[in-house]
């Protein structure tokens, strides 16, 4: 398996290009009908429906896709907390909610009549990254 590389947009495996895609991070709840779900960070795909072939060996790839009802739906990881790639994957999350922060701040000097907007945002990211690092020790 070639070498995977976590960016703040995306994934690549070796010198490929750039797949690009989002992070969510996850703490542990239970669903309504009981069942327990670890802490983890969700992948998105973002440009493409699906991931390389090197991404799908090294995760379990989520796709429910129906061609027979015309649903289709993007790729989609949970990678969590016990997976050997977890840190990096976590870390590419941070690096995702960091430069979203670094967005917002810039928006908000430019724009300051929607100040109030770029706060409510500004807010979740920071959220984010302190419940990840939280629950990541």
């Known amino acids: 398996m070639s070498k995977l590389r976590f960016m703040w947009n995306g994934l690549k495996v070796g010198k490929g290009a ?32 699906h991931f390389s072939a090197e991404i799908q060996e090294a995760f379990i790839v989520e796709n429910d896709s129906n061609i027979m ?8 990881i949970r990678v969590y907390d016990n997976h050997p790639l977890y840190a990096e ?5 941070i690096a995702q909610e960091t430069k979203a922060i670094a967005r917002i701040e810039k928006r908000m000097i430019s724009k300051p009549n929607k100040a109030y907007l ?12 302190e419940t990840a690092q939280e629950v990541s020790k």
């Open 18 to 49: 750039l797949q690009r895609a989002h992070y969510s991070h996850q703490k542990a709840w239970v669903t309504h009908a009981g069942k327990s779900i670890p802490t983890h960070v969700s992948i998105y795909a973002r440009s493409c429906y």
């Open 118 to 129: 770029c706060a409510r945002d500004l807010d979740a990211c920071k959220r984010n990254i």
């Open 69 to 76: 009802d015309d649903y289709f739906e993007k790729d989609s």
């Open 89 to 93: 994957v976590l870390a590419a999350f």
